[in-house]
Structure formats: C-alpha cells, structure tokens
C-alpha cells in the first residue's frame, strides 16, 4: 500500500540557517511526489512537484528537493530560511493521472529570530 | 478569481445534526476531492471524483455522502455529525491527465461537533 512518512513532527531552525525536510515514501509504481506548505488558517500552496527527469526540482520560495530512489526518499530543502518559511509543510505521493493523493503527517516548522 | 471556494469557513454542530460543506471549482477540472486534516495525521481522503456522476471512496469515508451532478461542485455532507467528524475539511481539484499537475485546495471548513 502506498504511504509517506515525514519523521519530523516539528523542527526548529534559525532564521538564515539551512533547512531540510525529510520525507520517506512506499509506493510501488512510478512515484510523482509533491511538497505542499501550510500557513496557519490557510489552505495547502505547492511548492514543487516531481514526475520524472532530472531529481533535483526547483520550487516557488527559494524551495528544492531532491528524488532519491535509492532512498524512497524526496528532502525539501532551501539554502537561508526566513521568518515567513514558518508553516507547516507536507510530502504527498500521487497516482500517475494526478487522482488520489496520499499525505505525510506533516512538519511544523518554526523560525527563531 | 479562479480557484476552489469552500463554503461555510467555520461551523459548530450538534451531535445528530446534518450539514452540507460545499465545494465549488471554476477551473473545469474533472477530478475533486475531500480531505480531513487532524492533527499528527495530516490529510486523509474521505470521497473524491473523477467527473460528474462519478464518485468513489477514500480511506475515511464512513458518515459522509458525496454525490457530483456537475463538473463544478462537489458537497459533502455529514449525515448525522458526531464528535470524531470534528476536524478541518479541504476540498480539492486537479486536471485529469497522463500527468499529475497538483491539486488546487480551497481555504477549508473547520467543524466542530458538540
């Protein structure tokens, strides 16, 4: 059965530190993988998608994650974080006609000054 | 704007009530869906469609009845609300393709049932 695990319930980081977001997938087909972030009160934005090609996809926010297969593995990451990055992020797994999306449990993410 | 509108933003019910959560799409996207979000389980899929008239389950479905009479609405109701039904509710849509493109989600409905 398919799944998506982010093993991180909440990570704290320094506002300008690096930021990476683990997220482990099981799913027997080809996988196309997504990452979505949540702002408080706000419904879900997509920072990026992968489908095939090149693993390391570049985002909307400055976000990349890179596509390990080796790994079931798609990390979300970003260079110098900022205080707006502070959300809630989540790793999905979809089926190739883009129905049925299947969701971590989300990351909190907070910034301290 | 296009985009997906979710009506009411918020509701409380009591325990034996029903209600409707709407769910509308200007986008002419065929596929739609319903989401809860609870918290440390992230979002699990309660019904979804593929086109109007066509309608299957998700992980969660049980108490909730959707029904898709055109391309651009999808309802979900609760027929007889219970406390477990208390959560954040997201409908979702996205193109049908030989690609996933993402889904857009609305802003949600958070329901409390008393």
């Known amino acids: 059965a398919q799944s998506v695990t982010q093993p991180d319930i909440h990570i704290t980081v320094s506002e300008g530190a690096s930021l990476e977001l683990r997220c482990n997938y099981s799913y027997g087909a080809t996988p196309y993988l997504f990452w979505y972030v949540q702002s408080p009160g706000q419904g879900l934005q997509l920072l990026l998608k992968?489908?095939?090609?090149?693993?390391l996809v570049q985002g909307i926010k400055g976000f990349e994650a890179e596509f390990k297969r080796s790994q079931s593995s798609f990390n979300l990451r970003k260079p110098s974080v900022h205080w707006s990055d502070a959300a809630e992020y989540f790793c999905a797994v979809g089926a190739h006609k883009g129905s049925e999306l299947i969701f971590g449990q989300g990351t909190e993410l907070s910034v301290k000054p | 704007n296009a985009g997906v509108t979710q009506t009411p933003k918020f509701q409380v019910l009591k325990t034996g009530q029903s209600m409707t959560l709407q769910c509308a799409q200007d986008m002419n996207h065929e596929y739609m869906s319903w989401y809860r979000q609870d918290p440390g389980m992230g979002l699990r899929l309660i019904h979804y469609?593929?086109?109007?008239?066509?309608?299957d389950q998700g992980e969660v479905p049980n108490g909730y009845n959707v029904s898709r009479s055109t391309t651009e609405d999808f309802p979900l109701r609760l027929l007889s609300a219970a406390p477990s039904q208390t959560s954040v509710y997201f409908c979702?849509?996205?193109?049908?393709?030989?690609?996933?493109?993402?889904?857009?989600f609305g802003s949600g409905t958070r329901l409390t049932v008393v």
């Open positions: 469609s593929v086109g109007a008239g066509i309608t």
């Open positions: 979702a849509s996205s193109r049908v393709g030989q690609s996933p493109y993402g889904y857009t």
């Open positions: 992968y489908f095939s090609g090149d693993t």
